[in-house]
């Protein structure tokens, strides 16, 4: 577990988990809302969890891996306490995606891709495909929250924000 | 029923028939990556191109193995459409491959370098650089993987997940980044995982027992069958330089399929083994001393007949083949006269798939014979009431009791292909051989009856089981045939579950027949 | 055609409370789920969608109601309805809209769905980068539950439903409606070999029903309001409302309502055209999958016929707009990116091709490409297209239409790259 207790679920997931996997007729169809859930909850998925997972879900922990490794949410890698995605895709990349991606990785000193998190472990970045929010290019989906119609001089203040 | 034209051929198929497999009916064969007659189609390697004549499709071509047969379906495998579909696949599928054939074990036997060679352009207009993903990886003690051979056509996947039900391998990333791999911490650990090697289209998936070993196109492959347990699955023997190198799997509807356990696939390297017997011994003073065999067989015949027939047992193996089994037990009863004959049973662990729990790879053949189980056999020559063993083509040095009755014996014969450590108790030794070295039928769980064929010689003096045991009958003044094929018309006769089955039926299709009778033995 | 604004799928969105239950009820809300249940048969809820030719709005453009009549008579296994809110074609974000907005409207449309097609569960599959839409989801279906709108026995009937959100977790491929049916399954977003279609064989292998948000969400009008209300809006092509979403280079950016076949070059205008009063390069009419329009080809109708005959397609209606800066090498370059990575990895064609092309134009676009690159790159798309002979899929056509049609419209720009030996447009 990312706790290390080697029991899944987690004692405080419990209950949630087992509503999610009560939603389907087979079990394996709650592994992505659950792995969204870990994620969220430990910024990372890791080996135990995933055999951890794949038990509960009578599933095997080589399906979960090629799960894990599918979808860009979720990292082997912990992630910082908030994860930032930059989109990249064309109506963001055409009004200066680019030119933010970098403004966040200096002033945030971690790289997009790098797998790492910030010293502090506050902060990691990727960029994303194209996260729907195009009206308000460029943007970026920091933890629930989408920020819109960023200019250069946001960047600061976005992270001061979160900082808390 | 629908009647479709392939190639300009009408054929008539079953519905739910492919175009892939309505063209292998008709002899025409469609290249394929990804399908495979015994996994679940896929439909992602693309390769199996074919055209759909109908003039209002913009794009006519598409992939065989997923096209239900239509009525009134007319297909080209072979025109300019599905040609260039397919070289645009085959182009794709090359791009990002290493070109490392002069040190792939794959090489020989890649349909990929086939397939290129026929549908593939002369020269790579790829010049950018290749993705690079995993080397070298042990995906097991067994198998090991390297990434960038490999085509992603997921047979391998599949089989683990779909035939042997354990979804141990799985794909990791995308896109071009995409690869097969194990869980974390994890490997390949089912008991048939060796044949992912098999199904591999490429070298991505390599055994490390037969890696380096030899070429393939030096390889002398002989059909037989495995004899690790009451399966019977049929294989080919790969040989070279008188050792034997792989046992791979043959197909066969009936008995395996297409496939095999690893541990019966690597049940082989006692053929090639230092303790193989290469001549005959007989006791004296306390020590083995080497004779030639046609004195082994006389003196072995002597001992036998000097023993009063109720003091004499004979030990039969279940390893043998039907026709060695049928002319030991002649032997035995008509000969010698003994009191009894029986075979040692091995019983391990079976599943629901290939692997029996009966390690004997002809029970069933030796119980149709008249031979069965052995019992209180350690306690009949403890009691005095065994005082001459005969052994065919057995040892139980890791019997403890039975070792230990030995010494109460008046006598043991053995005719073993090893020095085992029961035929080192013999006063004569005969030199037989393995499945490797010789011809005859065998008998499965099922009653499927398979064929051996000898992929090598016997071993310096050793000879064919069944010259050895013609040989002791002969001093009998009893003359039977020595070829497996005229024991078994003499089998076929006397046993009347054989009757209806003929050997050169066996022989041809190098496949098990089985006939009502055998099935309905017991 | 001028542009005829409609006021349905996102009425009262500029609303604070649009998306709660009592707003949406004050707006006639949950009528037609109530006409429905007391007063029609399923098949008669069926044949009114299927006479409003509500045509798929994720960007096929299949008709909603013949679909549903796929499904097959006399199974006996359950049915389900799996809703599209996948919504990840880049330049498209309507159905976030209806979902953070107007949650009620699509939640209304499933349960129709649902009851028309005999399901007792639906999934909503949205993208897990709308995290604000998904809550907003499960918020309405929470307040539906407790309104008697959903859950057992709904509104005193035989009827009882329920309505999952099933969460994505980033991957483009899962808005393929068979990729998207192995995610929730929970398993890699892998599109499937068709057939069996999902009517036939679909989620846990039973008869599914995959729609798209926007096109469940016409639903409640047709049935409350009637079919022929319906095709009174829109084309004779495409009939109904139909949301627009503009972005890219444009003055006012956002997401529009007009009647489907609203003119692109009006609908520019009224976006208050090309920003900083800089000219028009070209415009992308429907998602990054849709072939590039230049200047003189954007006097068009947007509905399906009318996208097809002008050599593109209405896809998702997510338009992008490029002004003159643009760099056209550079934006194939950011779509092939796109495609590349998202690339499930199944099909050979479209998991090399499609990495194999990024690569050529990022050559190109360094200004260390050749002529004969040009030409390269086209035919390599051309390879990989093939309206599923080449591919499981339409991802590798997706990304074939915009490099063929880049490189046949602005092949200038591309030898200019070439010639100079870097991009023209960066100084």
């Known amino acids: 577990m990312a706790e290390g207790n080697g029991v899944f679920p987690p004692d405080n997931l419990k209950a949630e988990f087992d509503g999610i996997v009560a939603r389907y007729p087979k079990k394996t169809a709650a592994l992505i809302p659950i792995l969204m859930r870990l994620q969220e909850e430990f910024q990372h998925i890791t080996t135990e969890d995933m055999d951890g997972l794949a038990a509960y879900l009578d599933t095997t922990p080589a399906h979960v891996l090629g799960v894990v490794t599918f979808y860009t949410m979720f990292s082997q890698k912990k992630r910082g306490k908030h994860h930032i995605y930059l989109c990249k895709t064309l109506s963001c990349h055409i009004r200066g995606a680019e030119e933010l991606l970098s403004l966040f990785e200096e002033k945030l000193g971690v790289k997009a891709h790098s797998g790492d998190a910030s010293g502090d472990g506050e902060f990691s970045i990727d960029t994303g495909e194209c996260l729907g929010l195009c009206e308000q290019a460029p943007c970026v989906l920091v933890d629930d929250q989408a920020i819109g119609n960023i200019t250069p001089e946001m960047v600061d203040q976005i992270i001061e924000e979160l900082r808390g | 029923m629908p009647t479709l034209t392939i190639d300009g051929r009408e054929i008539t198929v079953d519905p739910g028939t492919t175009v892939i497999q309505a063209a292998e009916e008709l002899g025409i064969y469609i290249p394929r990556y990804c399908w495979h007659p015994g996994l679940k189609i896929a439909g992602n390697c693309r390769i199996c191109q074919v055209e759909v004549v109908n003039p209002k499709l913009k794009f006519p071509c598409t992939i065989a193995c997923n096209l239900m047969c239509g009525d009134g379906m007319v297909i080209e495998t072979d025109s300019d459409e599905a040609k260039k579909a397919r070289a645009d696949v085959m182009e794709f599928l090359l791009i990002n491959h290493p070109l490392d054939c002069p040190i792939c074990d794959q090489a020989g036997e890649c349909t990929l370098q086939e397939f290129s060679y026929e549908y593939g352009h002369d020269k790579s207009r790829f010049t950018e650089e290749k993705v690079h993903k995993s080397k070298r990886v042990q995906f097991s003690d067994q198998v090991s993987f390297d990434g960038e051979r490999c085509i992603l056509c997921t047979r391998c996947v599949r089989f683990c997940r779909d035939v042997v039900g354990n979804e141990e391998l799985c794909l990791v990333e995308r896109g071009d980044h995409e690869e097969i791999a194990v869980a974390n911490g994890g490997g390949l650990t089912n008991p048939y995982s060796m044949n992912v090697i098999d199904l591999c289209p490429v070298g991505a998936l390599t055994s490390s027992d037969f890696r380096f070993k030899s070429r393939v196109w030096f390889l002398e492959e002989t059909p037989s069958a495995c004899t690790s347990c009451a399966r019977n699955c049929a294989v080919d023997i790969g040989t070279r330089w008188d050792k034997v190198m792989r046992l791979k799997p043959r197909e066969n509807e009936h008995v395996n399929k297409w496939w095999m356990c690893d541990e019966g696939r690597l049940n082989y390297h006692y053929v090639n083994a230092a303790d193989r017997l290469g001549y005959a011994y007989v006791q004296q003073g306390g020590k083995l001393v080497r004779t030639s065999v046609d004195d082994a067989v006389a003196m072995a015949h002597e001992l036998i007949g000097k023993l009063p027939a109720e003091k004499l047992y004979g030990l039969i193996s279940a390893r043998l083949t039907n026709e060695e089994i049928f002319l030991a037990k002649r032997y035995l009863d008509q000969v010698a006269g003994a009191a009894g004959v029986g075979f040692l049973p091995r019983i391990g662990e079976g599943d629901d798939f290939l692997i029996s729990a009966d390690r004997n790879p002809n029970a069933r053949g030796a119980g149709l014979i008249g031979v069965s189980a052995a019992k209180g056999l350690a306690a009949d020559i403890k009691a005095g009431k065994v005082k001459g063993l005969v052994i065919f083509g057995d040892s139980f040095d890791h019997d403890e009791e039975l070792m230990g009755a030995l010494a109460d014996l008046d006598f043991l014969v053995v005719m073993d292909y090893r020095l085992s450590e029961t035929a080192k108790q013999a006063d004569v030794i005969l030199p037989g051989v393995t499945f490797a070295e010789k011809e005859g039928s065998i008998t499965n769980i099922d009653g499927w009856v398979s064929k051996l064929n000898p992929a090598l010689p016997p071993p310096a003096e050793a000879r064919r089981n069944l010259d050895l045991l013609a040989g002791l009958l002969g001093r009998a003044g009893q003359d039977v045939p020595d070829t497996a094929e005229g024991v078994f018309r003499l089998l076929a006769e006397t046993v009347s579950a054989f009757t209806d089955i003929s050997y050169g039926e066996i022989f041809a299709a190098s496949r098990q027949v089985a006939t009502d009778a055998v099935v309905k033995a017991d | ?427």
């Open chain 3, 1 to 427: 055609m001028s542009l005829k604004p409609t006021n349905i799928l996102l009425r009262g969105m500029e609303k604070e409370s649009s998306a709660t239950i009592e707003n949406y009820i004050s707006e006639d809300g949950y009528k037609a789920l109530e006409k429905a249940l007391k007063e029609m048969k399923p098949e008669e809820i069926v044949a009114e969608v299927a006479k409003a030719r509500i045509r798929g709005r994720g960007g096929a453009g299949f008709e909603a109601g013949r679909k549903w009549g796929f499904l097959p008579k006399g199974v006996d296994k359950p049915v389900y309805l799996a809703c599209n809110a996948d919504e990840s074609e880049p330049g498209t974000f309507k159905d976030r809209h209806i979902m953070e907005h107007c949650p009620h409207r699509l939640l209304e449309g499933c349960l129709l769905a649902c009851y028309a097609i005999g399901s007792k569960t639906g999934y909503i599959y949205v993208r897990g980068e709308f995290p604000g839409a998904q809550q907003s989801l499960w918020r309405a279906i929470d307040e539906a539950h407790e309104k008697g709108y959903m859950g057992e026995k709904i509104l005193g009937t035989d009827f009882s439903c329920e309505i999952y959100v099933h969460t994505g977790a980033g991957a483009y491929v899962c808005g393929e409606e068979t990729g998207m049916l192995s995610s929730i399954e929970g398993g890699r977003g892998h599109p499937r070999l068709k057939p069996p279609f999902p009517a036939v064989e679909g989620l846990f292998r039973c008869p599914t029903i995959v729609n798209n948000v926007e096109t469940l969400s016409n639903v409640p009008f047709v049935i409350h309001e009637g079919a022929d209300a319906f095709l009174a809006l829109g084309t004779d092509d495409t009939p109904g409302p139909k949301l627009f979403c503009v972005s890219g280079h444009v003055e006012k950016p956002g997401c529009y309502e007009f009647e489907a076949g609203a003119n692109l070059k009006e609908l520019l205008e009224h976006c208050g055209g090309v920003w900083k009063g800089r000219k028009l390069k070209g415009i992308i009419p429907g998602g990054a999958s849709a072939h590039i329009l230049k200047p003189d080809e954007i006097d068009v109708s947007m509905d399906f016929g009318s996208m097809a005959r002008a050599g593109s397609i209405l896809g998702s209606a997510g338009m992008i707009v490029l002004d003159e800066t643009t760099c056209i090498v550079e934006l194939l370059r950011n779509a092939l990116e796109f495609f590349a990575h998202e690339s499930c990895g199944q099909c050979t064609p479209c998991r090399e091709g499609t990495g194999w092309a990024k690569k050529i134009v990022t050559r190109i676009e360094a200004g260390e490409g050749t002529m004969e690159d040009i030409d390269k790159l086209w035919e390599v798309a051309d390879n990989f297209e093939g309206m599923g002979g080449k591919t499981i899929c339409a991802l590798a056509d997706a990304a074939a239409w915009p490099t063929k049609s880049y490189v046949e419209k602005f092949r200038d720009e591309f030898e200019e790259h070439v010639r100079l030996g870097r991009c023209p447009m960066k100084g």
